[in-house]
């Protein structure tokens, strides 16, 4: 059955994610919405902070409770990620890039983060999908020169409840696509033809212990990033920081 979101709205919370994880441990059902207006503790990936004004951005988080093999769950962030490409395309006009694994950007600069994370709860393993969206550029806001946000790209401030509803329906119809092998070839090619990092980017990687350089050369079927460091020498990644080292495509 496809994905029927039931929204929670919030003025102001600490995370969307930390919320919406307390309600899946207490046995909310998949669909769950948490939309904040504001968070105070906005998370980004290992413990960093996503920035989260008062009214400047989309804040939200999905509970997924998926059925599918976990092997599959890593495709969640690609999935939520190309479903943001869409609803911006479609709302706003606006074409975004979308780099591995879980950013959105406009001018090589982040309009979107993504956070996918997995929680225990007494109904099952769950996802809970973080979205946030720089939807204005907030006075207060230290945007850094790496930032930008959907007005600053267009000219015009979004309608917020236009995005939400318009990524609410792509990620419902792009969730489905995770159920089956060519529904997910299918989501990882769209992944690919949306993302100036897919194929013949030159990147630096930074995981914990090691830092690379190499060449794009496509996704795994799990969405690791598959990287050419020398000739023939391939290295996948699974997690980690890919940052473009040059503006153009290489081959
Ligand atoms: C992310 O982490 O990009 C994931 C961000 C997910 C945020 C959503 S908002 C709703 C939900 N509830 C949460 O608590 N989180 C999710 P990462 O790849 O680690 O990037 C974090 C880095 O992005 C920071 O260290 C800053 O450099 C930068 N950053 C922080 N706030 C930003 C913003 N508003 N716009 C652009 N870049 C930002």
Known sequence: MALQPTILRFDSIDSTNLEAMRQAKDGAPEGLCIVARQQ????GRLDRTWESPFDAGLYMSLLLRPQFEMSVWPLITLMAALAVHDALAKTCGLTVDIKWPNDLC????????????????NRGP?????????LKTDPGFPMAAEA???????????NAEDVLNGLLELIANHYQLLETSSGREHLIREW??????????????????????????????????????????????????VTGVRSSNIN
């Open 148 to 158: 930008v946000s959907i007005q600053s790209a267009t000219g015009a401030a979004p």
């Open 192 to 241: 690919c033809t949306h993302s100036s990092y897919a194929f013949g980017r030159r990147v630096r990687v930074a995981l914990p212990d090691e830092n690379f350089e190499g060449t794009t050369r496509g996704l795994e079927s799990d969405g690791a990033l598959r990287v050419e460091t020398g000739k023939g020498n391939l290295r996948v990644v699974r997690a980690g920081d």
């Open 106 to 121: 406009w001018d090589d600069r982040k309009l979107c983060g993504i956070l996918a994370e997995t929680v225990e709860t």
């Open 40 to 43: 105070t503790r906005g998370r």
């Open 126 to 134: 769950a996802a809970i999908v973080g979205i946030g969206i720089n």
